[in-house]
């Protein structure tokens, strides 16, 4: 699939240089959704990753840590084991074996995607980029001229200069995921995606778990009610929640971390066998990476993906804005169309999720920013305590929330309950197409089903509620 290929002399003496159409750099969703974008329009490709195709999402993040969270929602749901007539005794649990099926689960899907780009013939070659010129980048003894170059390189975990990650007793999400006992007890400096997610993993399994969160509430970007809800369930599960606190430092003891914490004006020691540094990721970019980065270390792209080098675009975690595989996919597919002159889209209602007990999604505006935005706004909330299949699950500790501007037009909407993660996709269709609450009333939803929580949401908003006073 190359358009030709030479013999050059370098430094470190005589290199093979390829001139192909383009050349990724990074494997995982913003990386191999663009690869494959290009082969469909014909184009030459190949894809450097230093790693394990699939990047962070398949091999350190979402798949990983959903495994997890599978079993340890299988182990919960032996609890209520009794309500449905069965007696169970627990005789053991073997915890190594849990992380011996998350990486089983992970070896699997790596393997269907290389046998994916294969087919597609997208050579993929394992090893580090480094840029010569804004025009060459060397892999190993190869040296590649592409037309155009798509850097998608994400990010990795950040540590803060306070809490040094030894690995043993301090670890990052990376390195928690390879664990194969568990600790009696946890403290998780983050209350973001990643700490809550974690949080319900581990307590599920009767970790003492404390969450210790700089901002006002945890999950800082969700509806103040999403948060406030998730809370009331995590303390009922007693995972303790200390939010606008703030880690001052770490006191290594023998056996275990004292965790200094200010709450407020108010010191808190905390004793814990680990500590989870959850405080967000940051940038990696190539080596000899020619185009303009911010503050933080992102890579600055316009509308169309590229970057203040021409011919280098940029898509995924490595540009900044929201840190998601699934957008990471669309941003990979439009900077490709961009390159190639093909229509791409660079704005979308871009879904979120949450994958703790219970579960939280949300598209759109929160209620707070529609404010800042319309200013007046009409809001609806659905308690799942009146939907049939919920109680039925035993999981109707949850609602679901309309935001809408005062023209009828929903800006947002926001679940926590069963199914959320399933049930977003609908409401992001709804917003895409810009639909009024009175469109969305048309809409027959089936019974008993969790997903006509969000019609009786609408009804109320429309103060017409079928099932609500």
Same mark, same amino acid.
């Given at each position: 699939?190359?358009?030709?290929?030479?013999?050059?002399?370098?430094?470190?003496?005589?290199?093979?240089?390829?001139?192909?159409?383009?050349?990724?750099?990074?494997?995982?969703?913003?990386?191999?959704?663009?690869?494959?974008?290009?082969?469909?329009?014909?184009?030459?490709?190949?894809?450097?990753?230093?790693?394990?195709?699939?990047?962070?999402?398949?091999?350190?993040?979402?798949?990983?840590?959903?495994?997890?969270?599978?079993?340890?929602?299988?182990?919960?749901?032996?609890?209520?084991?009794?309500?449905?007539?069965?007696?169970?005794?627990?005789?053991?649990?073997?915890?190594?074996?849990?992380?011996?099926?998350?990486?089983?689960?992970?070896?699997?899907?790596?393997?269907?995607?290389?046998?994916?780009?294969?087919?597609?013939?997208?050579?993929?070659?394992?090893?580090?980029?480094?840029?010569?010129?804004?025009?060459?980048?060397?892999?190993?003894?190869?040296?590649?001229?592409?037309?155009?170059?798509?850097?998608?390189?994400?990010?990795?975990?950040?540590?803060?200069?306070?809490?040094?990650?030894?690995?043993?007793?301090?670890?990052?999400?990376?390195?928690?995921?390879?664990?194969?006992?568990?600790?009696?007890?946890?403290?998780?400096?983050?209350?973001?995606?990643?700490?809550?997610?974690?949080?319900?993993?581990?307590?599920?399994?009767?970790?003492?778990?404390?969450?210790?969160?700089?901002?006002?509430?945890?999950?800082?970007?969700?509806?103040?009610?999403? +948060?406030?809800? $998730? /809370?009331? *369930?995590?303390? #009922?599960?007693?995972?303790?929640?200390?939010?606008? =606190? %703030?880690?001052?430092?770490?006191?290594?003891?023998?056996?275990?971390?004292?965790?200094?914490?200010?709450?407020?004006?108010?010191?808190?020691?905390?004793?814990?066998?680990?500590?989870?540094?959850?405080?967000?990721?940051?940038?990696?970019?190539?080596?000899?990476?020619?185009?303009?980065?911010?503050?933080?270390?992102?890579?600055?792209?316009?509308?169309?993906?590229?970057?203040?080098?021409?011919?280098?675009?940029?898509?995924?975690?490595?540009?900044?804005?929201?840190?998601?595989?699934?957008?990471?996919?669309?941003?990979?597919?439009?900077?490709?169309?961009?390159?190639?002159?093909?229509?791409?889209?660079?704005?979308?209602?871009?879904?979120?999720?949450?994958?703790?007990?219970?579960?939280?999604? +949300?598209?759109? $505006? /929160?209620? *707070?920013?529609? #404010?800042?935005?319309?200013?007046?706004?009409?809001? =609806? %909330?659905?308690?799942?305590?009146?939907?049939?299949?919920?109680?039925?699950?035993?999981?109707?500790?949850?609602?679901?929330?309309?935001?809408?501007?005062?023209?009828?037009?929903?800006?947002?909407?926001?679940?926590?309950?069963?199914?959320?993660?399933?049930?977003?996709?609908?409401?992001?269709?709804?917003?895409?197409?810009?639909?009024?609450?009175?469109?969305?009333?048309?809409?027959?939803?089936?019974?008993?089903?969790?997903?006509?929580?969000?019609?009786?949401?609408?009804?109320?908003?429309?103060?017409?509620?079928?099932?609500?006073?």
């Amino acid at each position: 699939m190359y358009q030709k290929q030479q013999r050059v002399e370098t430094e470190g003496g005589e290199t093979l240089s390829q001139q192909i159409d383009l050349l990724v750099i990074g494997g995982g969703p913003a990386g191999y959704a663009g690869a494959i974008r290009a082969r469909h329009l014909g184009k030459s490709v190949v894809v450097v990753e230093k790693s394990s195709v699939g990047g962070t999402c398949l091999n350190r993040g979402c798949i990983p840590t959903k495994a997890l969270l599978e079993s340890a929602h299988f182990y919960g749901s032996l609890a209520s084991a009794k309500t449905h007539g069965v007696s169970l005794e627990i005789q053991d649990l073997d915890y190594s074996q849990v992380v011996k099926n998350k990486d089983q689960v992970v070896e699997r899907l790596v393997d269907g995607l290389k046998f994916l780009l294969d087919k597609k013939e997208i050579r993929v070659i394992k090893g580090e980029a480094r840029f010569l010129s804004s025009t060459e980048v060397q892999v190993g003894d190869e040296i590649f001229k592409p037309d155009n170059i798509l850097v998608a390189t994400g990010t990795v975990p950040f540590e803060l200069p306070n809490l040094a990650i030894d690995g043993e007793r301090v670890v990052d999400s990376d390195q928690l995921l390879d664990r194969d006992s568990l600790p009696k007890s946890l403290v998780i400096v983050g209350g973001g995606v990643i700490g809550c997610e974690f949080a319900t993993v581990f307590a599920s399994y009767g970790v003492q778990v404390t969450i210790v969160e700089l901002m006002p509430q945890i999950l800082p970007p969700e509806d103040a009610e999403i +948060s406030q809800t $998730l /809370t009331r *369930e995590f303390k #009922k599960r007693k995972i303790k929640v200390l939010t606008g =606190a %703030k880690v001052e430092r770490l006191r290594h003891e023998s056996d275990h971390v004292v965790v200094e914490v200010d709450q407020k004006g108010r010191t808190l020691e905390l004793e814990t066998e680990l500590v989870l540094v959850s405080v967000g990721r940051k940038a990696v970019l190539p080596k000899g990476f020619p185009a303009e980065v911010d503050a933080r270390g992102y890579v600055v792209v316009d509308g169309k993906y590229r970057s203040s080098v021409p011919h280098i675009y940029a898509a995924g975690d490595i540009i900044g804005g929201m840190q998601l595989a699934h957008l990471a996919f669309e941003e990979g597919w439009s900077a490709v169309n961009n390159m190639a002159g093909e229509p791409a889209r660079n704005e979308w209602f871009v879904p979120s999720c949450v994958y703790t007990t219970p579960e939280i999604a +949300s598209v759109g $505006l /929160t209620e *707070e920013k529609a #404010k800042e935005q319309y200013g007046e706004v009409l809001t =609806a %909330k659905y308690s799942l305590k009146g939907n049939g299949r919920a109680v039925i699950a035993g999981q109707d500790s949850g609602f679901v929330k309309f935001v809408a501007s005062t023209d009828g037009v929903v800006r947002g909407v926001h679940i926590i309950g069963p199914q959320a993660t399933e049930l977003i996709s609908g409401a992001t269709v709804a917003l895409e197409q810009g639909l009024t609450l009175q469109e969305w009333a048309e809409v027959v939803y089936p019974h008993p089903t969790v997903s006509e929580s969000i019609k009786e949401a609408v009804l109320s908003g429309l103060g017409i509620g079928l099932h609500s006073l």
